[in-house]
């Protein structure tokens, strides 16, 4: 008698699924071309119109123009990962994508990790270019203590991460994909005057200094500056110096709360 062999099949798990649908996240958006020249290329037009501007020295051998490098990487993680999901989620439930994926058997877990992906590798690729064009017309320096590289890992990482979730979970909130633009651009816009990304943080006015230190984006902008200024230019700031730890704290809790609020009012459908 010969057994009989039961073959079984191993169900993939939420992380590979994720992973795949990240890789296909990445293909689409690299098709859409109105998406990566917007994504890629808006901030790099940004700081060639604001560098050939302002051509202000701020002290400490550091020019406004480094001072705009720092402030866009940071708010680089803002447009990639908040503004873009924000935007692109609503038309995805609009087109019925949502409703599709649904019906498989991949985990809303898997749809959170492939947006997850798409937003890292834009954000990478956005560093890359904001980094190259500031390094060679701009004068930026690039940091030499390995404490300045590991800050700017777990900011990129923890940035990204939070801004994806907020992005997820902001995305309930417009009622279809057509009006998610004007709802969305506004917030982002009112949060980069407010968190010193177009102008010196300690020259706005303190009531705006202080609604900007509740959200995420003053701290990533404020992180960034104490990655690519000298040390000496931390006295220059609200506290006198470049409160990581503070930093860290606050993106982490920003980051809980983006996931709790995505997982609880995610929608699959319109209303």
Aim: charged share 15%; with cysteine; glycine share 8%.
């Amino acid at each position: 008698m010969s057994a009989n062999k039961v073959h079984t099949n191993k169900v993939p798990s939420a992380l590979t699924i994720g992973i795949a649908r990240g890789g296909l996240e990445v293909k689409q958006f690299m098709r859409q071309r109105e998406s990566v020249i917007f994504t890629l290329l808006f901030p790099i037009i940004l700081l060639a119109i604001f560098g050939s501007v302002f051509k202000t020295d701020l002290g400490d051998g550091v020019t406004f123009s480094q001072y705009f490098v720092a402030g866009m990487i940071a708010s680089g993680l803002v447009n990639t990962g908040f503004q873009q999901l924000a935007i692109y989620i609503p038309v995805e439930r609009d087109f019925g994508t949502l409703k599709r994926l649904r019906g498989t058997p991949a985990p809303l877990m898997s749809y959170f990790i492939g947006k997850s992906i798409l937003v890292f590798v834009s954000m990478v690729l956005q560093i890359i270019l904001l980094l190259a064009c500031g390094v060679f017309f701009f004068g930026v320096n690039l940091p030499t203590d390995p404490i300045k590289w590991l800050t700017f890992t777990w900011l990129i990482i923890l940035g990204s991460a939070s801004s994806t979730a907020l992005g997820i979970a902001f995305a309930a909130i417009p009622k279809d994909g057509r009006g998610a633009s004007a709802i969305v651009s506004p917030v982002v816009i009112v949060l980069q005057f407010f968190s010193g990304v177009f102008f010196i943080f300690t020259d706005l006015p303190q009531w705006m200094q202080q609604v900007a230190a509740i959200f995420p984006l003053k701290w990533m902008t404020q992180g960034a500056r104490s990655i690519f200024l000298p040390d000496s230019f931390a006295t220059r700031e609200v506290a006198g110096n470049w409160e990581t730890g503070r930093t860290f704290a606050i993106i982490t809790a920003w980051l809980v709360v983006g996931i709790i609020w995505a997982v609880r009012s995610f929608k699959w459908e319109r209303d």
